[in-house]
């Protein structure tokens, strides 16, 4: 199954493609931000990734509550391991 997971933008990778670096319960990935370059995605954002993709900005508040959703549910495991699964390129340095 695929979720919707939030995660909190850590860094923007202006370019073809743009990619960001994401938070998601701890866990930093990078994912593909081309859907959301245009609106000028930026570190502190906040965005619904599904499979490797930022697909939607969203608020804090919501992000958050979905995140304790996925917990209650016992589905948080699950987003870590789909997360594990995105290769867009080399890590961003920190």
């Keep these: 199954m695929c979720?919707?997971?939030p995660g909190r933008v850590v860094e923007v990778r202006e370019g073809a493609p743009c990619l960001a670096m994401v938070e998601v319960m701890k866990v930093r990935?990078?994912?593909?931000?081309d859907l959301l370059?245009?609106?000028g995605l930026a570190p502190g954002d906040w965005v619904l990734i599904h499979v490797g993709?930022?697909?939607?900005?969203i608020?804090?508040?919501a992000a958050l509550e979905q995140l304790r959703a996925l917990a209650?549910?016992?589905e948080d495991r699950?987003?870590?391991?789909?997360?594990?699964?995105?290769?867009f390129g080399p890590p961003l340095e920190p």
């Design 29 to 33: 990935r990078l994912i593909n931000a």
């Design 78 to 87: 699950q987003a870590i391991e789909e997360l594990e699964g995105y290769r």
């Design 53 to 57: 993709f930022a697909m939607t900005r």
């Design 37 to 39: 370059a245009a609106d």
């Design 59 to 61: 608020s804090e508040d």
């Design 72 to 74: 209650t549910l016992g």
């Design 3 to 5: 979720l919707a997971i």
